[in-house]
């Protein structure tokens, strides 16, 4: 297709279903992002894809629309209702969040269109009976959580598959889920269409391909991961624990950071650290990691994206980098390994917080693909955002790293990616007295008392809300 034809390309020149195009009006899409005018129309024609997009840049959408399309075309010629297109995703939050759009984008055909999530819940056997007897068109799930319905035979996908997606695809394969997609492979036909999708997808893709792919158009857009300068502002300030406990009081208490903010800290102990800390002072956070149980993590997500919540403290241990360090931590803290999270949640990774003001990294994250999916959570689609990280001198290697790498992507128009913070640091030194035995005072016992509290209080609520299902 003609370069100039791909960039005028909107939803409804793609060959769409009016219903499709009736629900993209609903949710408000007035034109295709730069991705979705790239990837869509491939997709449409059946290519296999594999298609790298910063964050927030709308790749569900390029996979979604097409899924959808392919089912409408075929709908009245088959016979038998089946199981068409497989999304897989590597956390139950992205899971969720990738059924409700697909609801979103079904409105208008919701009848013909079925859609399931099994990562939901766990029990195979409530699910079993829905998929027997429904055959949803399309069934997004967790790698681990499909394998096991099609060992059990709830699902046959040998001679119904059209569509094979994979979201945050990277992430899927560092996991160690490859095992699952190699022995998901034996369940699948010869012969089906696939798209990979994720904002940092890295040159060496042999792998990826040959797992799932017969000789895929790659479409990695000449953008940076990260939206520009004009939409995301970085910042970066220097400082050490004790600074980093003063800098984030201050900048709450003089209004410096305002709208909607995430905190992300390298683990979960930070996590309610910081949280018992800004309570001192009446500022109010929730906390969101990998121990809570899945429903309370969707609720504070949907309560946060609903405004009940302005501040998230979160810790994306489960990151690409973490599953490469979690031995060095087992070995270095054995006790903490021991504690249990569920390797099927993420934070960092394709949540669509919505309107995020602000990120900031209270820790620096551990690469660079880690800092680009928490910065990401900022400035989403076409709204502004801002990201500030506090760096301690053990972190400036990781930032200079991450500078570098940003720099070298960068539009040659924008020549430096992170803008020093500008602060009065006599500002932060007028409160440093009051609030640093505060940070001091909140001890590991607190932090420990606090955790399993809220845990076993997260715990107790889901208990109740299957018994109450
Ligand atoms: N064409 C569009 N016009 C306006 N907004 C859009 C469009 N397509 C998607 N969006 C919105 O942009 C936001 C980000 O979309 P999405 O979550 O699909 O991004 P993503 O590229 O998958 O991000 P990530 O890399 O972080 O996973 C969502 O709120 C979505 O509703």
């Known amino acids: 297709m003609?370069?100039?034809a791909i960039k005028d390309m909107q939803f409804h020149k793609m060959g769409l279903d009016d219903r499709i195009l009736k629900a993209i009006a609903k949710v408000g899409w007035v034109k295709p992002t730069l991705i979705q005018e790239r990837a869509i129309p491939l997709a449409l024609e059946g290519k296999d894809l594999i298609a790298r997009g910063r964050t927030g840049s709308?790749?569900?959408?390029?996979?979604?629309i097409p899924a959808i399309q392919k089912i409408l075309n075929h709908k009245d010629k088959l016979k038998e209702q089946s199981t068409r297109v497989i999304i897989l995703a590597p956390t139950k939050e992205l899971c969720r969040q990738i059924y409700q759009n697909c609801i979103q984008l079904t409105s208008s055909c919701s009848k013909d269109v079925k859609c399931t999530n099994l990562?939901?819940?766990?029990?195979?056997?409530?699910?079993?009976?829905?998929?027997?007897?429904?055959?949803?068109?399309?069934?997004?799930?967790?790698?681990?959580?499909?394998?096991?319905?099609?060992?059990?035979?709830?699902?046959?996908?040998?001679?119904?598959?059209?569509?094979?997606i994979i979201d945050e695809a990277d992430l899927v394969l560092s996991f160690g889920f490859n095992k699952d997609l190699k022995e998901l492979g034996s369940y699948l036909p010869p012969v089906y269409q696939s798209i990979l999708t994720s904002a940092t997808l890295t040159a060496d893709l042999s792998e990826l391909k040959s797992l799932v792919l017969n000789?895929?158009?790659?479409?990695?857009?000449?953008?940076?991961?990260?939206?520009?300068?004009?939409?995301?502002?970085?910042?970066?300030?220097?400082?050490?624990?004790?600074?980093k406990a003063v800098l984030i009081y201050t900048l709450f208490k003089l209004?410096?950071?305002?709208?909607?903010?995430?905190?992300?800290?390298?683990?979960?102990?930070?996590?309610?650290?910081?949280?018992?800390?800004?309570?001192l002072f009446g500022i109010k956070a929730c906390t969101l990691n990998s121990e809570l149980p899945t429903s309370s993590r969707c609720h504070i997500v949907s309560q946060f994206n609903e405004g009940l919540y302005d501040i998230i403290i979160a810790s994306d241990e489960r990151t690409?980098?973490?599953?490469?360090?979690?031995q060095d931590l087992k070995e270095s803290n054995p006790d903490k390994s021991k504690r249990k999270k569920d390797k099927e949640s993420g934070v960092a990774r394709g949540i669509d917080f919505q309107f995020v003001s602000n990120v900031i990294n209270f820790d620096f994250p551990k690469?660079?693909?880690?800092?680009?999916?928490?910065?990401?959570?900022?400035?989403?689609?076409?709204?502004?955002?801002?990201?500030?990280?506090?760096?301690s001198v053990a972190e400036k290697p990781l930032m200079e790293e991450c500078e570098a790498h940003l720099q070298q992507i960068a539009s040659e128009d924008e020549p430096s990616v992170f803008r020093p913070f500008q602060f009065k640091m006599d500002e932060v030194d007028a409160f440093r007295y009051r609030v640093r035995d505060a940070w001091k005072s909140v001890t590991s016992i607190a932090v420990r008392e606090t955790r399993l509290a809220e845990i076993k209080a997260e715990l107790l609520k889901s208990q109740q809300l299957k018994v109450s299902k």
């Open 58 to 64: 709308g790749k569900t959408a390029i996979f979604l």
């Open 367 to 391: 690469s660079v693909d880690s800092y680009i999916h928490r910065v990401g959570r900022t400035a989403r689609g076409n709204r502004k955002g801002s990201a500030l990280s506090f760096i």
């Open 255 to 279: 209004n410096i950071i305002r709208g909607k903010t995430l905190i992300f800290v390298r683990n979960v102990d930070r996590c309610y650290k910081l949280k018992i800390y800004l309570d």
């Open 320 to 326: 690409v980098e973490d599953a490469t360090h979690r």
């Open 2 to 4: 003609a370069e100039e």
């Open 215 to 243: 000789n895929p158009s790659v479409l990695k857009l000449e953008e940076p991961s990260l939206p520009p300068a004009s939409q995301l502002d970085q910042f970066i300030i220097y400082a050490e624990e004790e600074d």
């Open 119 to 164: 990562s939901w819940g766990s029990n195979l056997s409530v699910q079993k009976p829905m998929l027997m007897a429904v055959c949803p068109d399309i069934v997004i799930s967790t790698p681990s959580r499909i394998l096991a319905h099609l060992k059990a035979r709830h699902l046959s996908l040998k001679t119904s598959l059209d569509l094979l």
